[in-house]
T-cell receptor, first 111, second 115 residues
Framework: DAKTTQPNSMESNEEEPVHLPCNHS???????IHWYRQLPSQGPEYVIH???SNVNNRMASLAIAEDRKSSTLILHRATLRDAAVYYCILRNTGTASKLTFGTGTRLQVTL | ETGVTQSPTHLIKTRGQQVTLRCSSQSGHNTVSWYQQALGQGPQFIFQ???????GRGNFPPRFSGLQFPNYSSELNVNALELDDSALYLCASSLAGRGNTGELFFGEGSRLTVL
């Protein structure tokens, strides 16, 4: 499985935008970029995914570099409820439900 | 629509015992996968079931086995428990085939402690 690299932790102030980076230099042409987050004492929660174009949904935006070797998850206005571990995952459509999680980025949000 | 539910939420076993964990998939989902999450680590893929058959497996020994039932619910069985099996076990459901958005829906997990 292609590997992703994320910072171990990041901090943000509430109401500020947050940009969570992810490097995936060995991504293949059929790998989708998925983001999940895990709040304390909960299972992972899907956030967003994309292939080549930038994507927006009600939770976040995903900006994908033109060469697809990196991506950024953007939370437009962080709230205390966004404090979680964020995982960037490459998912090949041939591997179905297999997600290869790394250690993710722990996001702290302060007042 | 109901989400993914898992039972029990917590349990304690001793080394050598066997454990069965249960999962009810989200309504309409036909695929279930199981993950093990050790403390401070990301979840690790154990295996996946589709149409009642295992069709993908991670790096886990045969003492980790599973079942998927016609209603798409699932069980994870672990035999001969070891101390290192202490972890949060997560079940995820999804819809394979047409209409698949790529999204997995996770339950809140079953926390297993092996003494």
């Amino acid at each position: 499985d292609a590997k992703t690299t994320q910072p171990n932790s990041m901090e943000s102030n509430e109401e500020e935008p947050v940009h969570l980076p992810c490097n995936h230099s060995t991504i293949s042409g059929t790998d989708y970029i998925h983001w999940y987050r895990q709040l304390p004492s909960q299972g992972p929660e899907y956030v967003i995914h994309g292939l080549t174009s930038n994507v927006n949904n009600r939770m976040a935006s995903l900006a994908i570099a033109e060469d697809r070797k990196s991506s950024t998850l953007i939370l437009h206005r962080a709230t205390l409820r966004d404090a979680a571990v964020y995982y960037c995952i490459l998912r090949n459509t041939g591997t179905a439900s297999k997600l290869t999680f790394g250690t993710g980025t722990r996001l702290q949000v302060t007042l | 629509e109901t989400g993914v539910t898992q039972s029990p939420t917590h349990l304690i076993k001793t080394r050598g015992q066997q454990v069965t964990l249960r999962c009810s998939s989200q309504s309409g989902h036909n695929t279930v996968s199981w993950y093990q999450q050790a403390l401070g680590q990301g979840p690790q893929f154990i295996f996946q079931y589709y149409r009642e058959e295992e069709n993908g497996r991670g790096n886990f020994p045969p003492r980790f086995s599973g079942l998927q039932f016609p209603n798409y619910s699932s069980e994870l069985n672990v035999n001969a428990l070891e101390l290192d099996d202490s972890a949060l076990y997560l079940c995820a459901s999804s819809l394979a085939g047409r209409g698949n958005t790529g999204e997995l829906f996770f339950g809140e997990g079953s926390r297993l402690t092996v003494l």
